[in-house]
């Protein structure tokens, strides 16, 4: 009995293929359609996977790119005896702390370890290398190695010119041809002043920026000998005596084949974070939910267009469970053919622009030409889940139709659906109750999941509230009440339609709120450390007391570039004692101990902090960059504050009496402030109190400035910081580029310029999230506006007949894309804001009680978004109204 079944069963769906592959080649803009939908995402699915694939290096690619035609590595870092895993990847020392090489390797000292006749060559990977182009130091990637040694020659491929063979010789890279705007031939010049002339262009199979490919005889010492490795070709096998002598002296061996004896150190399978394979299967299951939504019109327009032979297979002894197999059997072979499709042009795709996402994407050659067949075959599966899923409600009308009413060509009044609505209010409500619990604990899997709920249940809840809108048509004129009439009659294909429009735009909006609420709250939290538009320049090389170029000589630079400038010296308060070479002091301001804060403020505490007066600090911690306490007479006050004239002159006088300004006033006590001195040795800390006046106007930070007689009262001395440049209007990018070329000459100071908001702008990602979903409400629109035209032939041969105007089609395929552009646009905004609203409400209840304290996010709705999706819908419409041709249709045509 049971085999008899199941023969019975493979037999209907193979019957079930055949007529849906016969209806796939009579309809064929509607299989098209279908299919281009379902190709498309997997044509960039397939994509990504293949170049993935083949962007992951297999063990023996990476030991060819990193070893080139040598046997091993040898990288000589430690002095005492250490162990190795399997594949020179880790190392760690046997006994104790490892102790550092301090001085650098010789090849005779290595080859003293190695088998004879072993040949080997230096490497190092990393090597400053500074040019000045345009007037502007830019760093580019270097290594030494001799590219003529044959062990060395298959690290990089040349391709213009010879490789180096003299010290003050390189080859570069295209990329790095390209931006030092050099020749073959031409010389290049460091910032420290040596001159190298291009000889060749090489290409590094693992980095296709701006490389540098110098020769190894360079200057040795100690920052060098750190990266510095070597490229052994040895007369036989690495075997495990040669490695065990070697790590014996501290040495790391990476060679081809995994070392016998050692660990590999693997634990088990690489699986991925729970928390981020979550988040990607509920975005994959929103995409598969939009692909849904979008073919789902098709089916259903096909489903009503096969009434009559769906009906007589009903009437030939068809059960409901074989009505659904037919329609379900174009799901399987439109989701197949769709992925057929998108799989061959995504693997085209992805070998065809393999030499472009190697140099614009991954920055490095790809391994041999492979697929990712696990992957591939998991998209397909995705694109026939899709296909069987988008016809599975269809299917699900054509099982229960009226034989007799789809005999005779007569349309059903569709039926109430409360169930689905009940269903949708359920889902929508639990998905709310579940992103508001995933915002509070900060669970983006959570929020993300009741996001989906959320969608899940406004999609049920579309075709009730379609009929009650249509409803309201008779109070509209005939052509708008036409388009609702049949939005409400064909609610199978208008309701997924709707349906997609409001998932993209509830995405686009919901996320567009949250990242614009985000950019504002970052923004009133951004605190400038020094006046916005002043500029403060610091030494960019050698030790923090190196020597300063005369102020003199910067402010005569500065001018250049920015007339009206005032260039100031900072100095910061040092040991004038140091207690040995590694001491240094911090000079801080402190409240008495009855007003200090019990908590600490970067840790945890108890949400009565927020209440304690003596946890409000009346300044904020700098966003951009912070300055030590500083030692000055007042002249850098004005422009290191920007506070009030009368407070600037008053903090003066209580500089030039000996004291201390602060910005805290809880500092203050009786006129007088608590500076503590702490050493970064072993030193006792020194205390002093000092005349101490509270700067309350000017920059919110927290700020101490020293004079010269308190710093010499606390034992310091003042040491050079830079120079703070006060400015009448904010230098512009073009400024301080111009500056950083003027400071080149003089010393290599680093240009830092304070704003007064964060340095990044959101505006195009919201921009882009706008376009995503306005494309996608234009092709939900066009489709459905489309399906609708071709269903409604016969209402329009009958508006002809009763001597409608020509016009009459084209208004009405206005209002019909209008119904589907607008009303998915709104319940998607409507749908977003409350998404946005209740994950935004989450987060600051929770921040509400939180030590240290965070600022709430504002419910900012991103102009830009909205915007572009009140637009989409009105171009949505105009273009249905152009794209339709105005003449009716005669009964006599629709043969």
């Known amino acids: 009995m049971n085999r008899g079944r199941l023969a019975a069963t493979l037999g209907s769906w193979r019957t079930a293929l055949r007529i849906a592959r016969r209806e796939a080649l009579r309809a064929r803009r509607r299989t098209a359609l279908v299919l281009v939908m379902i190709a498309l995402p997997v044509l960039g699915l397939s994509f990504a996977a293949v170049s993935y694939d083949m962007a992951e290096l297999s063990r023996a690619e990476r030991m060819d790119r990193q070893l ?41 000292e290595l080859r003293a370890l190695l088998p004879a006749g072993t040949r080997l060559t230096p490497l190092r990977r990393w090597v400053p290398f500074d040019v000045r182009v345009d007037r502007k130091t830019v760093s580019f990637d270097a290594r030494a190695v001799d590219l003529t040694d044959p062990l060395a020659r298959p690290l990089a491929t040349l391709r213009d010119g010879r490789r180096p063979t003299r010290s003050d010789e390189i080859a570069v890279s295209p990329a790095a041809l390209r931006r030092l705007g050099a020749r073959l031939g031409e010389p290049v010049r460091t910032v420290d002043g040596t001159t190298y002339r ?67 150190m693997a634990t088990g399978p690489d699986l991925p974070d729970a928390e981020e394979a979550g988040n990607t299967v509920l975005v994959g299951g929103l995409g598969l939910l939009e692909v849904v939504l979008l073919v789902g019109p098709a089916f259903a327009v096909g489903v009503r267009r096969r009434r009559r032979d769906l009906a007589l297979v009903a009437v030939a002894g068809g059960d409901a469970a074989h009505l659904r197999r037919i329609v379900l059997a174009d799901g399987v072979v439109l989701g197949a053919g769709g992925a057929a ?89 639990a998905g709310a ?75 686009s909006v919901a996320l567009g709120v949250y990242v614009a609420s985000d950019d504002a709250r970052q923004r009133a939290a951004w605190q400038p450390g020094l006046p916005p538009g002043h500029v403060l320049l610091q030494r960019t090389d050698g030790p923090a007391d190196s020597a300063l170029p005369p102020a003199g000589q910067v402010a005569e630079r500065v001018r250049a570039v920015l007339p009206g400038a005032t260039v100031v010296p900072l100095a910061t308060p040092d040991c004038a004692r140091p207690a040995d070479k590694e001491d240094y002091c911090v000079a801080t301001a402190v409240r008495p101990p009855e007003q200090r804060c019990p908590y600490d403020p970067m840790g945890s505490g108890p949400p009565s902090a927020r209440t304690d007066p003596r946890c409000a600090r009346p300044f904020r911690e700098p966003s951009d960059f912070y300055l030590p306490a500083i030692v000055d007479d007042g002249t850098a006050l004005p422009a290191l504050t920007g506070g009030p004239a009368e407070e600037v002159a008053a903090a003066r006088r209580t500089l030039g009496a000996g004291g201390v300004v602060v910005t805290d006033p809880g500092q203050v006590v009786d006129g007088r402030v608590r500076v503590e001195v702490s050493h970064g040795s072993d030193a006792p800390t020194a205390v002093g109190t000092l005349p101490g006046y509270a700067l309350r106007g000017g920059l919110p930070v927290d700020r101490v400035v020293l004079s010269p007689a308190a710093a010499t009262t606390l034992g310091l001395v003042a040491a050079p910081l830079g120079y703070l440049v006060d400015t009448a209007d904010a230098p512009t990018a073009r400024d301080r580029d111009r500056l950083a070329a003027e400071l080149t000459e003089v010393a290599p100071l680093a240009v830092q310029v304070a704003t007064a908001g964060p340095p990044f702008d959101q505006r195009p990602l919201l921009l882009l999230l706008a376009g995503a979903s306005g494309l996608i409400t234009l092709g939900a629109a066009a489709v459905a506006t489309g399906l609708a035209a071709a269903e409604g032939r016969r209402d329009l041969s009958t508006l002809a007949a009763v001597g409608a105007d020509p016009r009459v089609r084209r208004v009405l395929s206005l209002c019909q894309a209008g119904v589907i552009a607008v009303l998915g646009s709104v319940l998607g905004i409507v749908a977003g804001l409350g998404s946005a609203a209740i994950i935004l409400v989450s987060l600051n209840r929770r921040y509400a009680q939180s030590w240290p304290v965070e600022p709430p996010y504002p419910l900012v709705v991103p102009g830009s978004t909205l915007t572009v999706l009140v637009v989409v819908p009105l171009v949505a419409m105009v273009g249905a109204a152009l794209l339709t041709r105005s003449r009716l249709p005669v009964e006599r045509r629709l043969d």
């Open 341 to 429: 499709v998108g799989l061959l042009l995504g693997i085209g795709a992805a070998f065809a622009g393999r030499p472009l996402v190697e140099q614009y994407v991954i920055q490095a050659r790809f391994g041999a030409y492979r697929v990712f067949p696990a992957a591939l075959v998991a998209i397909i599966a995705v694109a026939v889940l899709a296909g069987v899923l988008a016809a599975l409600a269809p299917a699900w009308t054509a099982a229960r139709q009226d034989v007799v009413a789809g005999l005779a060509g007569r349309r059903e009044a569709p039926r109430p659906g409360r169930r689905w609505l009940a269903l949708g209010l359920l889902l929508t409500v």
């Open 68 to 108: 080139g035609a040598a046997d091993a590595e040898l990288r000589w870092a430690d002095v005492n005896p250490i162990t190795q895993d399997a594949w020179g990847e880790g190392s760690w020392p046997i006994q104790g702390d490892a102790v550092p090489r301090t001085r650098p390797v010789t090849a005779d």
């Open 433 to 507: 109750a579940v992103a508001a619990v995933g915002a509070t604990r900060t669970t983006p899997t959570g929020v993300l999941a009741g996001v989906v709920l959320g969608e899940l249940g406004l999609v049920f809840c579309t075709p009730t509230l379609i009929g009650l809108l249509a409803r309201t048509g008779r109070l509209l004129p005939l052509t708008p009440r036409l388009a609702l009439r049949d939005a409400s009659r064909n609610r199978s294909s208008a309701a997924p339609a709707i349906s997609a429009v409001m998932a993209a735009v509830a995405g």
């Open 198 to 264: 291009v000889v060749g262009v090489v290409e590094f199979p693992d980095n296709l920026r701006e490389v540098v490919a110098l020769r190894p005889e360079l200057p040795p010492g100690p920052p060098a000998a750190a990266d510095e490795s070597w490229l052994v070709d040895l007369p036989g096998p690495v075997d495990g005596t040669l490695v065990d002598r070697l790590n014996a002296r501290g040495i790391l061996v990476t060679a081809r084949n995994p070392l016998p004896g050692r660990d590999e």
